[in-house]
C-alpha cells in the first residue's frame, strides 16, 4: 500500500461554504417563499465583453482549418500574441514587464498553490491573516511551517512585517480577498524592504487589480522599486475579464530573479519554475489565449471596463449602506469585496445566522478566512444591481 502525504490529514477541514451551503439550503427548505438575494460567492455574474468571445470563435475555427489548426503550443507558456498584449497592458500602468517574462496558466489558484513546489519544505512561509486559503493549505499539504501577520482593524486589515519574524516566502494580495484592503506604494516597499534583508521571496496576487481606482495604488508590486529583485506576481482575467468558467491567467517571474542553491551557485527562479511547468503543464487552449489577447485590445478593455464600473457601482451601494448605518468597513473601493465588522459584538456566524433568517441575504462569515476574520463579515459587490440595492434595504431595516 503506498503511504499516503499525511499532512493532508492534518489540513484544517474547509468547511466555510459547505456550511453556507447546508444553512442556506436548510433555511430554504424552511422557509420555501423566501426571496434569497446571495452576496456570498466571490464568482462574476456579467457576461463576458462581446469582442472577446468573438476572438474566442475566431480562434476556435482556426482549429477547423488544415493551415491553421494547432496542437500542442511549443513552449507551453503561452503563445507570443497574447504575452505580448499582457506586456502591454502592464505598459499602460507604467510597469515594464518583457513578455518572455510572462507565462500563461489557467487562471492564478493553479500557479498560487503550484509555485512552492519550486521551493523546499523547510522554508518558513508568512502569510496575511485573513487570507485566501489556498496560500495556507498549498503550503500545509507539503508540510512547511507557516506564520501570520495580523491583519486587523488597527491596521485596516493591511498587515506590515515585523523586523524580529524572519520568513523565506511571503504570500501578499492586494486589492485584498477577503478584506478588500489594498497596500500604498510606501507599505509595499516596507514589505520589499523586508524581503530583500530577509533573503525572502514575495509571492505577489494581483487578482483583483482591474477593481484599483485610487491614485497611489500599485496594479503591479512590480510598480515598487526593489520588487524585481524579490517578487513573483500572478494575475488572473477571472475578476478582469469575466473568465472564472474561461480559465485563463499569467505569472510573472522577472528575468533577474534569483534564489542561492545549497552549493552556493545562484539560480534563476524563472528557469526552475520553467523546469516544473515543462514537466506538469501543457499550456492554455488556442481559443481562451484569443480571447485572453482580446480583452487586452482597446475594445476589450473598453468592453471589460463596463462590466467592472457594474461591480463598482455595486460595491458603492453596499459601501453607502454601512457608512449609513455606522458600520465599519474594509474594501469597496479599489475592491469588489466589503468586509465590515459585524454590529453590536457579534460573532461571523451569528450575524450570518441574522442576516440570512431575517433579510434573506446570503454574506460570508470573515471567520472562514482566519482567526482575524473573526467577527467580520465579507460581502461581494458581484450581483446584480438591483438585487444589490435590496438586499441593503433590508439589511439597513435589521433591528441590533
Ligand atoms: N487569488 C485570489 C485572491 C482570489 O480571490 C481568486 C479567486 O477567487 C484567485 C486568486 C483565483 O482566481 P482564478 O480564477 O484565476 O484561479
Not at 447546508?22 to 456579467?46: E, H, L, S
Not at 521551493?119 to 511551517?145: C, E, Q, S, W
Amino acid at each position: 500500500m503506498p503511504h499516503l502525504n499525511e499532512n493532508f490529514l492534518k489540513l484544517e477541514k474547509n468547511y466555510l461554504f459547505i456550511n453556507i451551503a447546508k444553512k442556506v439550503n436548510a433555511f430554504a427548505a424552511a422557509n420555501p417563499d423566501a426571496d434569497i438575494i446571495r452576496m456570498g460567492i466571490g464568482d462574476v455574474t456579467q457576461p463576458i465583453a462581446r469582442c472577446v468571445i468573438d476572438a474566442m470563435k475566431k480562434g476556435a475555427d482556426e482549429m477547423a482549418v488544415k493551415e491553421t489548426f494547432k496542437g500542442y503550443e511549443d513552449s507551453g507558456t503561452g503563445y507570443d500574441f497574447l504575452k505580448e498584449a499582457i506586456s502591454g497592458y502592464y505598459k499602460s500602468f507604467g510597469v515594464d514587464i518583457k513578455p518572455e517574462e510572462i507565462r500563461v496558466n489557467d487562471g492564478a489558484k493553479s500557479d498560487c498553490g503550484n509555485i512552492v513546489d519550486i521551493f523546499g519544505d523547510d522554508n518558513t512561509v508568512l502569510i496575511t491573516d485573513p487570507a485566501y486559503p489556498v496560500y495556507v493549505d498549498t503550503n500545509r499539504m507539503n508540510g512547511r511551517k507557516v506564520i501570520f501577520a495580523d491583519s486587523n482593524e488597527e491596521n485596516g486589515f493591511a498587515a506590515m512585517p515585523d523586523s524580529g519574524v524572519h520568513a523565506d516566502l511571503i504570500y501578499l494580495c492586494s486589492p485584498n480577498n477577503p478584506t478588500g484592503s489594498v497596500y500604498t506604494e510606501q507599505q509595499l516597499k516596507a514589505w520589499i524592504d523586508y524581503a530583500i534583508k530577509n533573503d525572502a521571496i514575495i509571492i505577489y496576487d494581483s487578482a483583483y487589480e482591474a477593481f484599483i481606482t485610487e491614485e497611489g495604488i500599485p496594479r503591479s508590486i512590480f510598480a515598487v522599486e526593489g520588487a524585481r529583485h524579490c517578487a513573483i506576481e500572478m494575475c488572473s482575467l477571472s475578476k478582469t475579464a469575466g473568465f472564472t468558467g474561461m480559465r485563463c491567467g499569467y505569472t510573472v517571474i522577472p528575468d533577474e530573479l534569483c534564489a542561492e542553491a545549497g552549493d552556493g551557485s545562484m539560480v534563476k527562479l524563472t528557469d526552475l519554475w520553467g523546469r516544473r511547468q515543462g514537466s506538469k503543464f501543457n499550456g492554455v487552449s488556442y481559443p481562451v489565449q484569443c480571447a485572453a489577447a482580446a480583452v487586452f485590445s482597446e475594445e476589450g478593455l473598453k468592453q471589460t471596463a463596463e462590466n467592472i464600473k457594474y461591480y463598482q457601482r455595486n460595491a458603492k451601494v453596499i459601501a453607502d449602506a454601512l457608512d449609513e448605518m455606522g458600520i465599519k468597513y474594509t474594501g469597496g473601493k479599489n475592491s469588489p469585496y466589503i468586509w465590515f465588522k459585524c454590529p453590536n459584538g457579534m460573532g461571523s456566524w451569528e450575524f450570518f445566522d441574522k442576516l440570512l433568517e431575517e433579510a434573506n441575504v446570503v454574506g460570508t462569515p470573515g471567520a472562514g478566512f482566519g482567526k482575524n476574520g473573526e467577527g467580520w463579515f465579507r460581502l461581494t459587490a458581484f450581483g446584480d444591481a438591483e438585487r444589490t440595492k435590496e438586499a441593503m434595504e433590508r439589511f439597513k431595516k435589521l433591528k441590533f
